[in-house]
């Protein structure tokens, strides 16, 4: 270069050129080489002058040079190009491919060179074009403006340059005269693959893309299984993103759903590796022949669309050659041999540890900031989106749609409204339950990408033709649109599988929508009434059923939009009424069984055997209450009356008791006496601790009348011993106090004295307040061994509990202590939380009584926590606990005791359960109390009213 040659600095662009295979073609012409080259140097240097390039090197075969314009670069690369396709050369097979890289960077010469990443970066970018092309970077793209005439650039997507850690955006010059097609750019990455690219994020899914990543590292045949809609095409395709670079020969992304008839799925499989038919061949042996040798990943998606013949190509290629892997998603599983089947589960609902949140709400929040023009939900609908995902069971369609949704409404509404999950969802889509024609399945889980950014023929169709068949109608090829219209409705996903099933296991579906949660084969069997195993098969291969393995057996469920499906197609078979009414009994046995030991007879009643039945028992409920019989929903009710008021759900029980006798109304069903006795008492109970006092009193008389009506003394006593809790609660103690006396008194003489068990415990507590303390012992101890004989009543220990406030207020700890261990161990090992924190607050005086003040602060925080949580105040207890908690304070100091407190507040009801059993037993302290000269009184004050809000999980 001479240096008299003016370099540009500043914005400058540079390009390198050479010719392709400079080596082979110098031994093919031999001498005759020297004036080819000669000739592509000439060509070349007339290009530069009349562009004003400048012509830093030449070496060989090899040019390097630099211009002040990407415009006038471009425009240069493109006068030689054609310059050489046009030019006279010896023969054709002289004819120099020239390959050419533009990059635009700031530079400045020192000393007649370049020293700089960007001389580096445009080598690397002529490195990677093949004879004949001209490749630019994203900088080049961006400043050459205006482009040649006739001219423009085609972006070939982000590529790692040899040498360079990030990726590159290269574009290749197109205009007239030059060639268009050519093989991927000679990148570091150069991997081949048509992966779809998503318009979405991709939210969570961590661990099951690090687990499913083993496995296809691992097996050369994995199949991702999963309900419509349960993300698997996008998890799969997230994978495959991750092992291109594994796979020299390429990741391919094949459409199944998109073949509309089976002897095309091996058709469509070449067309994506761009095969064509060859005369007399099966296309399946050209494709297996050209994957023999290679290293490739084959993602093949939505399977299910054409199962055995998907099988069939699968087979075949993974006997063609061990370099082939398979990654096939489906709603069922191929049975192929070495096939590894993994099941995608729903997006995690719970948070995880640390405070993040979980995927569902993640992607909740994602899709809804979208939906709302960037602006996320408010942190107070925080509680209302988890509600929304838990009710959408994760599945990762049902919360897109729900998003979707959410530009209307808030998420609050949006969960008010999910008890119709298909009709919340798609409500205002098109539905398109119905295809055209019914031979040609819609499969609503995949998106179909082209394979260049101009798209490419519909080889399929070519082939169609080709053999003889004839190609899809226009019926058809309206179901083989883009998956955004495959996945317009939740509807349409779960119609595409439910027409795939049998009359037995369509059967099976229906009715299993009556369940609200798992239930075992025994129960599925006892539903279908027949043998369920076949359909039930059936169901979980095509994921319409989920089946959970657990040491005792399997139990089974359904994904709430499937379930919500199902119940649909129930009601529109007619078999709605049968279905429900069989849940019901089936929901009945349940809970009585509860109460049995294995033997059949009863056992101490836990409430924790009533947790799991929860959800159906609240189904059963709600038919009873709008389509059943109202008969069995108070029956139902009665089973569930502890549960509801030790778990803070008086309210609850207090609107299904209102809904049945709504439904008395409606169908003038004919309820016994005894049983509308017991369901006004329990209602009385519920009004009581739910602060309703007048409605308490109300329906107290009103099972009075009934249960006279009846004639049952047990249940008369039973009545009658409730009637001291609205006395209670209004505040006429006295009144009680008599009542109390009068119903043990009638009991007695009726001999169901343990029917007014209540009414003993209810007359203790008042013997308490007023300081009648030896009575109060005196007829607790009487109590103890009635209580014992009652399975419902002796979980509870109400006679411990009532004898450690007795000994509280004598002020022996040693007593209390004792009493209250066993009553606080039992309520918590039987499930009673409401009377759990009556305990735990007692706990809090003895540990305060015993010098342990920090201890005592953080059980009172943790069963007042409890208590709020739980929307129920402690009753007749509450002035006392708070003189103590007065008194306490006084002893501590505020800041420690809020501090204290405060750290209760933070317990959950195990962890302060476990504190108040860990407290040392009093006779283990150095110079314990029991043994000194006097005890110390913490008796109740005469003046300390009770709260008058009641919390009746009391003694009923």
Known sequence: MS????????????????????????????????????????????????????????????????????????????????????????????????????????????????VSPEVHRAARIAAAAHGGQVLCSASTERHAQPLPPDASLHDLGLHRLRGFDDRERLFQLVAPGLERQFPRPRTADASAHNLPTPVTSFVGRHAERTELKRLVEAHRLVTVLGAGGAGKTRLAVELAVDLVESHPDGVWFVDVAAVTDPGLVAFEVAAVLGLRPEPGRPMVDTLVEYAAARRMLVLLDTCDAQPAASADVISRLLAGGVGVRVLATSRESFGLPGEVVWRIPSLSVDPPVGGAESDAVALLLDRTAAARGGRPPDPGESADLRRVVRRLDGLPLAIELAAARLRVLSVGQLAERLDDVLGT???????????????????????????????????VDLVAAAVGMVPPSPAVRAVQRSATERHLTMQATVTWSYRTLGPRAARLLRWLAVFAGPVDLATVEWLLGDDPLDPLSVLVDKSMVLAEPHASGSTYRMLDPIRAYAARRLAEAGEERSARNRHVAWSTHAMERAHLGPDGRPVTLSLYALDPLAGELRAALRWCATG??????????????????????????????????????????????????????????????????????????????AARQAGDAGLLARVLAGRAAPLVDMGQFAEAERICREVID???????????????????????????????????????????????????????????????????????????????????????????????????????????????????????????????????????????????????????????????????????????????????????????????????????????????????
């Open 3 to 114: 240096p008299r040659i003016h370099l540009p600095s500043g914005l400058v662009t540079f390009v390198f050129t050479d010719i392709e295979g400079s080596t082979r073609l110098a031994q093919l012409l031999g001498p005759d080489y020297r004036p080819v080259l000669r000739e592509h140097r000439r060509l070349l240097r007339r290009t530069i002058a009349a562009t004003e390039g400048a012509e830093l090197l030449t070496e060989g075969d090899s040019f390097f040079l630099v211009f002040p314009d990407a415009t006038a670069a471009l425009t240069a690369c493109l006068t030689a190009q054609r310059a050489l396709a046009s030019h006279e050369w010896p023969t054709a097979d002289a004819m120099p491919r020239v390959r050419m890289g533009l990059h635009t960077g700031w530079a400045e010469p020192r000393d007649g060179e370049y």
């Open 746 to 956: 009638w009991a007695s003489g009726q001999e169901v004295l343990g029917d007014a068990l209540f009414g003993v415990f209810s007359l203790a507590e008042l013997l308490w307040r007023r300081g009648a303390l030896d009575e109060a012992a005196e007829l607790l101890g009487a109590a103890r061994p009635v209580e014992a004989a009652r399975p419902v009543e002796r979980g509870r220990r109400s006679v411990d509990m009532l004898l450690g406030m007795v000994a509280l207020a004598r002020g022996d700890l040693v007593a209390a202590h004792e009493h209250l261990q066993v009553a606080l161990r039992s309520r918590m090992s039987h499930g009673f939380h409401g009377r759990a924190c009556d305990t735990l607050n007692a706990m809090a005086v003895r540990c305060a009584a015993g010098g342990d003040g920090l201890t005592a602060a953080r059980l009172f925080g943790a069963a007042g926590a409890t208590r709020a949580s739980m929307r129920c105040a402690p009753g007749i207890y509450g002035g006392y606990w708070a003189q103590r908690q007065g008194e306490l304070r006084q002893e501590l100091g505020d800041a420690t005791f809020d501090g204290a407190y405060g750290e209760g507040t933070e317990l959950g009801l195990e962890e302060a359960a476990a504190l108040a059993l860990a407290v040392e037993h009093p006779d283990l302290a150095v110079g314990s109390a029991r043994f000194g000269a006097g005890h110390a009184r913490v008796a109740p004050r005469q003046s300390v009213a009770p709260d008058r809000r009641r919390h009746h999980t009391g003694h009923a």
């Open 425 to 459: 969802l798609d409500a205002g889509r098109a539905d398109p339950d119905s295809p055209a024609d019914p031979d040609w399945p819609v499969e609503p889980d995949a998106p179909v990408e082209p394979d260049s950014p101009g798209g490419r023929p519909d080889t």
């Open 628 to 705: 059943g019989s109202a008969r069995a929903g108070l029956r139902l009710a009665g089973g569930l009356d502890q549960w509801w008021r030790e778990r803070g759900l008086a309210r609850e029980g207090r609107l299904w008791l209102f809904r049945l006798y709504g439904r008395i109304a409606e169908t003038g069903e004919r309820i016994p006496e005894a049983e509308l006795a017991a369901a006004y008492h329990m209602h009385s109970l519920h009004a009581g601790a739910d602060g309703e006092f007048a409605e308490e009193l109300r329906y107290s008389q009103r099972a009075e009348a």
